[in-house]
T-cell receptor, first 114, second 114 residues
Framework: DQQVKQNSPSLSVQEGRISILNCDYT??????FLWYKKYPAEGPTFLIS?????DKNEDGRFTVFLNKSAKHLSLHIVPSQPGDSAVYFC?????????????FGQGTELSVKP | KAGVTQTPRYLIKTRGQQVTLSCSPI?????VSWYQQTPGQGLQFLFE???????NKGNFPGRFSGRQFSNSRSEMNVSTLELGDSALYLC?????????????FGSGTQLSVL
């Protein structure tokens, strides 16, 4: 039972354009969402998060949108840079599950071409 | 401030053996979580420890176990290794693992079971 899904295994965009990474979830108890970026042979690094009481959160070039009714979130990267090439994971947690239990999607590999 | 440290980085074991992985959290962090990353399954939650107690557990067999020491350092053990246990094992720490708190990941231990 995949509660968090990233249906696009890969995405390729041109440098300077917008990258949009999508994530769907099925568990309505999820109330906090995070995006992580991962390079090969390294651990995931935190990018941006959003609480379910918001529908948008921005941090520099990164914006996360949350559509609770559709159980969908997306990460926008504008403008995209070659250094953004990595695997991006969305993750969700529920306040009913105490602590550090995150449910991750399968990841989307972003390639930004110069 | 030092990040999350995992040792060893790489391990090669044979079926039937057991293995112990170590994780030192960021100084001051009391919650330590473990995740397994495989190409087919993404990142899956193993368990979380807080103040030397297991607070959360994922859907893994009893061959996977862990513990946390009084200095918050954690170890996970896998007994009777199977080929399917080959994966990247990631440790993450946070202050107390509560909602709206991001997790900081280590670089992982790459385990290969032959």
């Amino acid at each position: 039972d995949q509660q968090v899904k990233q249906n696009s295994p890969s995405l390729s965009v041109q440098e300077g354009r917008i990258s949009i990474l999508n994530c769907d979830y099925t568990n309505s108890m999820f109330d906090y969402f995070l995006w992580y970026k991962k390079y090969p042979a390294e651990g995931p690094t935190f990018l941006i998060s959003i609480s379910s009481i918001k529908d948008k959160n921005e941090d520099g070039r990164f914006t996360v949108f949350l559509n609770k009714s559709a159980k969908h979130l997306s990460l926008h990267i504008v403008p995209s840079q070659p250094g953004d090439s990595a695997v991006y994971f969305c993750a969700a947690r529920s306040s009913y599950n105490q602590g550090g239990k995150l449910i991750f999607g399968q990841g989307t590999e972003l390639s930004v071409k110069p | 401030k030092a990040g999350v440290t995992q040792t060893p980085r790489y391990l090669i074991k044979t079926r039937g053996q057991q293995v112990t992985l170590s994780c030192s959290p960021i100084s001051g962090h009391r919650s330590v979580s473990w995740y397994q990353q495989t190409p087919g399954q993404g990142l899956q939650f193993l368990f979380e420890y807080f103040s030397e107690t297991q607070r959360n557990k994922g859907n893994f067999p009893g061959r996977f176990s862990g513990r946390q020491f009084s200095n918050s350092r954690s170890e996970m053990n896998v007994s009777t290794l199977e080929l399917g246990d080959s994966a990247l094992y990631l440790c993450a720490s946070s202050w107390d693992g509560q909602l709206n708190e991001k997790l900081f990941f280590g670089s992982g231990t790459q385990l290969s079971v032959l």
